[in-house]
Nanobody, 117 residues
C-alpha cells in the first residue's frame, strides 16, 4: 500500500501562483510514476502533469508553460508549481502514485484550488 498526503491548495487570484506538495509513504519502490490530476464539478478527472522515477515529464496542453512538476526521491515528494493561474484551473487536485510493475494505482484525498478575483 502507498499513502499520499497533499498540501498547498487554497484561494488565489488570476495570474497568481500556488505550490502543491504531496508526500508518499508505505510500499514505495521500483519504477514508478507520480503526478497530479484534477477534477472540477461535473467533469471527469483529468491529467495535469506526471513525472516518472526516471525523470520523464508529461503535461496537459492546458498547463504547459505555466505549471512545473518536480520530485524529490530522498523525501518521497512530488510538487506542482502553478504559475499564471487562470479561473479554469479551479479544481480539486489529486496526487497519484502508479507502479509500472503490477499496475497498482494510488490516490491522495485531494486538495482544493480556487482561482478567483
Amino acid at each position: 500500500q502507498v499513502q499520499l498526503v497533499e498540501s498547498g491548495g487554497g484561494l488565489e487570484q488570476p495570474g497568481g501562483s500556488l505550490r502543491l506538495s504531496c508526500v508518499a509513504s508505505g510500499s514505495i519502490y521500483g519504477v514508478n510514476r507520480m503526478g497530479w490530476y484534477r477534477q472540477a464539478p461535473g467533469k471527469q478527472r483529468e491529467l495535469v502533469a506526471t513525472i516518472t522515477s526516471g525523470g520523464n515529464t508529461n503535461y496537459a496542453d492546458s498547463v504547459k508553460g505555466r505549471f512545473t512538476i518536480s520530485r524529490d526521491d530522498a523525501k518521497n515528494t512530488v510538487d506542482l508549481q502553478m504559475n499564471s493561474l487562470k479561473p479554469e484551473d479551479t479544481s480539486v487536485y489529486y496526487c497519484n502514485y502508479y507502479k509500472f510493475i503490477g499496475g497498482a494505482n494510488y490516490w491522495g484525498q485531494g486538495t482544493q484550488v480556487t482561482v478567483s478575483s
